[in-house]
């Protein structure tokens, strides 16, 4: 049978096999064998697909803008991947719904308006003003075209313009502003007794089977994280300094070409008599001080002092009653007349009067320091110091490519470039994620690079990582932990441990609710039962929400209870951090008042209301379109 196929398999009828098969293979059968189909889709709206790509793109992006924003306090494990999907999707949803609504509604953005966006973006500017080549360069980069691209910016303004359109149309009154303070600055009259669970711990009974069970019901407890040891290089151009070689003339040439820091720079000691002269001074009234200070110079250069005559006439309020003193005094420090005239002076001379913008000076030099032309032995030290500095920085960063380079190159071991740049490899103990390191290991990027999916999954070595001024490493995973499970066996005392601290935890809790429901049927007074059993009863009267010295657990309940009716007292209790129970009796409300804030913070008030009320709003908003538009959600894979 198949030598007959065969056979009749020629000519015509062979090519008619072949167009049979293939046309179905070519609309259908390839794309199962090249697993090539429609993409996934996470989301419909109105018929306009959200697919699982435009998802992850987004969420990239977010994160990004994230790691932008915070720099080095960026951590990935600050965002759970699964979560931060479904609410960026939710974003994208709201997104289209506005975007299809503002279609209906004809919201457009101009040419103009598009254009005067995009001008004003930094990125796009070189010394404040527009750049095309910088423009395009950004697209490009992207992976965007000019028109894609601009389209974007539309869009992203049709939401804005209406996003704006409803939260511009919320006011806030002054019964809004009352309430707000009302709320916020609410105080409540508490007190409150705390029962011990330490009282209840010695009769808890322990055997081990039921420590056992304890322990398999609250495994999460004594989970042990992930953990890694890192060997790494450190490169810094201190280290680098002993590289350089150095030579006479080397160091003489660079303190020719650096003298002015090795130079101290000139101070003179000085005092000055001002005759002041108004700005608006007539000529005559100029010339009558210049006249004044002239007879001044006269009688300084007969011998009178200068101190007594600074005192008799100096307008300078400031330094007269110190004979006109004005300390040490460097250049750039006083207005350019005076500066030039006292810097021009030899010690103890008396200057001519000088005039600046204040009036007349006369001015005498006391003392002279600094501004010694320093010959090159009696600094050669410092010179060799700051030129070994100066060539270990330009080292550095021929080192810090090099390193970058072969690290890359031979990404599964860090020995050929500690060896190729004389390094030493060193090794952390077991870190985590949580980890706080020092040293030159300090900066959160360390951290996050040693738990990255290239460096951790892969085994790769990490990228250069600029750690400080001129000081980078590389690091690499060592050794390897995942997390686990502390054994029963090894942390059989641990366990008992808190599983008679929760037994009694547990007893103390019995108690307080069993009092609770007294206090609560009027049966009995806080104050009764703090007598009665010797628990320390606590009146602090009148707290706020933010008070200190209350424990938490008592402010986040007193403030989350239903506050009692005028003359009534309302009870509650709550289990506190370290396993006590606590009795709670708010006996009062009293309500912030509005006239009690300040002219300064009312401002600021208002626009937090403003904000508040302006989300509320926008989420009504979103949430009514949302009723009358068909959106289809559909399972995102984590």
Do not use: C
Request: without cysteine; charged residues 25%; hydrophobic residues 40%.
């Amino acid at each position: 049978m198949l030598q007959a196929i065969r056979d009749k398999a020629q000519g015509w009828i062979a090519w008619a096999i072949v167009i049979l098969i293939s046309v179905p293979f070519a609309l259908w059968g390839i794309q199962e064998y090249l697993g090539v189909g429609a993409e996934p889709e996470v989301a419909v709206v109105e018929g306009d697909a959200i697919t699982e790509r435009m998802l992850d793109q987004r969420t990239q992006d977010f994160r990004e803008n994230l790691r932008r924003s915070l720099g080095d306090n960026f951590s990935a494990d600050l965002f759970d991947n699964a979560t931060l999907k479904r609410q960026v999707l939710q974003a994208m949803v709201e997104e289209r719904i506005l975007g299809i609504r503002a279609q209906d509604w004809n919201l457009r953005i101009s040419d103009e308006q598009a254009r005067a966006f995009i001008a004003s973006i930094p990125a796009f500017q070189r010394d404040g003003l527009f750049n095309q080549q910088a423009y395009d360069s950004g697209i490009r980069n992207q992976g965007l075209s000019r028109a894609g691209f601009e389209q974007g910016i539309r869009q992203d303004m049709v939401l804005a313009q209406l996003r704006s359109g409803v939260r511009d149309t919320v006011f806030v009154t002054e019964t809004d502003l009352a309430a707000q303070v009302r709320l916020r600055d609410q105080k409540r009259e508490v007190s409150y007794l705390r029962i011990p669970a330490q009282a209840y711990r010695d009769n808890v009974e322990i055997n081990e089977d039921a420590v056992r069970s304890f322990y398999t019901a609250n495994l999460d407890r004594y989970r042990t994280p992930e953990r890694v040891k890192l060997d790494y290089l450190v490169l810094d151009a201190a280290s680098l300094s002993g590289l350089v070689e150095v030579s006479e003339e080397k160091l003489q040439q660079y303190f020719e070409d650096h003298r002015s820091e090795f130079v101290a720079r000139q101070e003179r000691a000085m005092r000055h008599i001002l005759i002041s002269v108004a700005p608006d001074a007539s000529d005559v009234e100029v010339e009558q001080a210049r006249a004044r200070a002239a007879g001044i110079v006269e009688d300084l250069r007969a011998g009178g002092d200068f101190a007594a005559l600074a005192q008799q006439h100096s307008d300078d309020t400031g330094s007269a009653a110190n004979g006109g003193d004005l300390g040490w005094v460097e250049p750039g420090v006083m207005v350019p007349g005076f500066e030039a005239a006292a810097f021009a002076l030899d010690a103890n001379a008396v200057s001519d009067p000088v005039k600046t913008e204040f009036g007349f000076h006369i001015i005498q030099v006391t003392e002279v320091r600094g501004g010694e032309q320093a010959g090159f032995a009696e600094v050669r030290d410092q010179v060799d110091s700051a030129y070994r500095k100066f060539e270990a920085e330009n080292l550095y960063f021929d080192y810090a490519e090099r390193l970058a380079e072969s690290a890359y190159e031979n990404s599964a071991s860090l020995t050929p470039a500690a060896e190729a740049l004389a390094l030493n490899i060193q090794q952390t103990d077991w870190l985590t994620r949580q980890s706080r390191l020092t040293g030159p290991l300090a900066s959160p990027k360390v951290i996050n690079a040693a738990f990255s999916d290239d460096v951790l999954a892969e085994g790769h070595n990490s990228e250069l990582i600029e750690v400080g001024q001129q000081q980078a490493v590389v690091v690499r995973v060592a050794e390897h932990e995942p997390e686990g499970v502390e054994p029963f066996e090894q942390i059989q005392q641990r366990v008992s441990d808190e599983y008679r601290n929760e037994k009694a935890s547990e007893a103390a809790a019995q108690v307080g609710q069993k009092a609770l429901e007294e206090l609560s049927a009027g049966q009995r007074a806080l104050q009764d039962l703090a007598e009665a059993h010797a628990w320390k009863l606590k009146s602090p009267g009148l707290i706020a929400r933010q008070q200190g010295g209350v424990p938490a657990e008592v402010l986040s309940e007193v403030f989350s209870i239903r506050p009692p009716s005028a003359g009534q007292v309302a009870h509650s209790g709550v289990s506190a951090a370290n396993g006590d129970y606590i009795l709670i009796a708010v006996s009062a409300v009293e309500g912030g008042k509005l006239m009690a804030v300040g002219d300064a913070e009312r401002p600021l008030l208002t626009d937090q209301a403003n904000a508040r009320i302006a989300a509320a709003q926008m989420r009504y908003f979103t949430d009514s379109l949302r009723e009358g538009t068909k959106v289809e959600l559909k399972p995102i894979e984590e």
